[in-house]
């Protein structure tokens, strides 16, 4: 059973920046995939960031490029989302994901396993 949970959400001016954590028991020893998603108010949830433990290129979505970066401490079994330049359309309800199943990266629409969310709000 892979349990994920979220920290480091909070309320920022627009430009500021916040790390959120992600403490994976389990995932981050398997190198598997794992990835930052988020959810705004009447949206669907959409990908932020993904990546490979083990290695590999991390993959962002287009808004975030630039911007955002996703890292490991895999000591501290804990995938981070560093997210500088934030901006309001960043608001949102960001969750960590890795799929129950496979070796596929997580989508928004897989099956996966979900932390319980933290909540980013980024003011003009």
């Known amino acids: 059973q892979v349990q994920l949970v979220e920290s480091g959400g909070g309320s920022v001016q627009a430009g500021g920046s916040l790390t959120l954590s992600c403490v994976a028991s389990?995932?981050?020893?398997?190198?598997?995939?794992m990835g930052w998603f988020r959810q705004a108010p009447g949206k669907e949830r959409e990908g932020v960031a993904t990546?490979?433990?083990?290695?590999?290129?991390?993959i962002y979505a287009d808004s975030v490029k630039g911007r955002f970066t996703i890292s490991v401490d895999t000591a501290k079994k804990t995938v981070y989302l560093q997210m500088n330049s934030l901006k309001p359309e960043d608001t949102a309800m960001y969750y960590c994901?890795?799929?129950?199943?496979?070796?596929?990266?997580?989508?928004?629409?897989?099956?996966?396993?979900w932390g319980q969310g933290t909540q980013v709000t980024v003011s003009s």
């Open positions: 994901a890795a799929p129950r199943n496979g070796d596929a990266c997580p989508t928004a629409r897989s099956e996966n396993y």
């Open positions: 389990k995932y981050t020893y398997d190198g598997g995939c």
């Open positions: 990546f490979y433990i083990r290695g590999g290129l991390p």
